[in-house]
C-alpha cells in the first residue's frame, strides 16, 4: 500500500493567492482529517469527513479555508487568499471507521507551506 | 474542551538510558489515549495506544498505562537508542480515534546521543 499521498510536499506562494493542498487517503479508509502543525499552536484538527461528508470543520480557522471530498479517494484544502501566518505543515491522515474502535489514524508526509 | 499536557523538550539522553515523557490529560467522556511517533521530515505514526482504565499500551519496546486516576498517559522505555531521536506526540479522542479526531499534546523532542 502506497499509504496517504499529499501533494504537493512544499508550497511556496505569495500572500493574496490560492493555495490547494491536495490528499489521496489509503485505499478502503472510510474518514478522512485534515490537521495543521505549527512551532506555536502544535497540531490542531481543522476538520475531518466520514464517507466523504464533512462532520466537523469547527478547527477551520477562518472563511478563507475550505475543504472538499468530492469522493473516497481525493480531498482538498484550499486556502484562499493566503496570508503570512497560513504558513504551516499541514498534514492529512485517513483510517477505517467500523464501530467507533480505537482505529489508527496513518498520517500522509505533509505539506510545508510557506506564504511570504 | 479536551486538552493534553505533556513535558517540554527537547529531551537529551544518552544511549541505554531510561526515557519518561509524561503527559496528562482533561477529558469531558472516557477517551482513548495515543502515543504518535515523529521523524524528521515524514508525517506521524501510531506508536501505541490504550482504550481503557489500567490498559497497557506497547511497541518497539516503549510502554505507556491509561491511568485514569491521575489521567496520565506516561510514556516508557527502558534502553533508548539513537534511532529513538524523533518528536513524541501524546494524543487523546473521545470516540476512539477512528470516528473523530485527535487532539494533540505539543510535542516532545527527544535526542538521544551516542
Known amino acids: 500500500d502506497a499509504g496517504v499521498i499529499q501533494s504537493p510536499r512544499h508550497e511556496v506562494t505569495e500572500m493574496g493567492q490560492e493555495v490547494t493542498l491536495r490528499c489521496k487517503p489509503i485505499?478502503?479508509?472510510?474518514?478522512l482529517f485534515w490537521y495543521r502543525q505549527t512551532m506555536m499552536r502544535g497540531l490542531e484538527l481543522l476538520i475531518y469527513?466520514?464517507?466523504?461528508?464533512?462532520?466537523?470543520d469547527s478547527g477551520m480557522p477562518e472563511d478563507r479555508f475550505s475543504a472538499k471530498m468530492p469522493n473516497a479517494s481525493f480531498s482538498t484544502l484550499k486556502i484562499q487568499p493566503s496570508e503570512p501566518r497560513d504558513s504551516a505543515v499541514y498534514f492529512c491522515?485517513?483510517?477505517?471507521?467500523?464501530?467507533?474502535?480505537?482505529?489508527?489514524?496513518?498520517f500522509g508526509p505533509g505539506t510545508r507551506l510557506t506564504v511570504t | 474542551g479536551d486538552s493534553v499536557t505533556q513535558m517540554e523538550g527537547p529531551v537529551t539522553l544518552s544511549e541505554e538510558a531510561f526515557l519518561t515523557i509524561n503527559c496528562t490529560y482533561t477529558a469531558t467522556g472516557y477517551p482513548s489515549l495515543f502515543w504518535y511517533v515523529q521523524y524528521p521530515g515524514e508525517g506521524l505514526q501510531l506508536l501505541l495506544k490504550a482504550t481503557k482504565a489500567d490498559d497497557k499500551g506497547s511497541n518497539k519496546g516503549f510502554e505507556a498505562t491509561y491511568r485514569k486516576e491521575t489521567t496520565s498517559f506516561h510514556l516508557e522505555k527502558g534502553s533508548v537508542q539513537v534511532s529513538d531521536s524523533a518528536v513524541y506526540f501524546c494524543a487523546l479522542s473521545e470516540t476512539g480515534g477512528g470516528a473523530d479526531g485527535l487532539t494533540f499534546g505539543k510535542g516532545t523532542h527527544l535526542i538521544i546521543q551516542p
Open positions: 491522515a485517513s483510517s477505517f471507521l467500523a464501530a467507533k474502535l480505537a482505529a489508527e489514524q496513518y
Open positions: 469527513f466520514n464517507n466523504n461528508v464533512p462532520i466537523d
Open positions: 485505499s478502503g479508509h472510510n474518514s
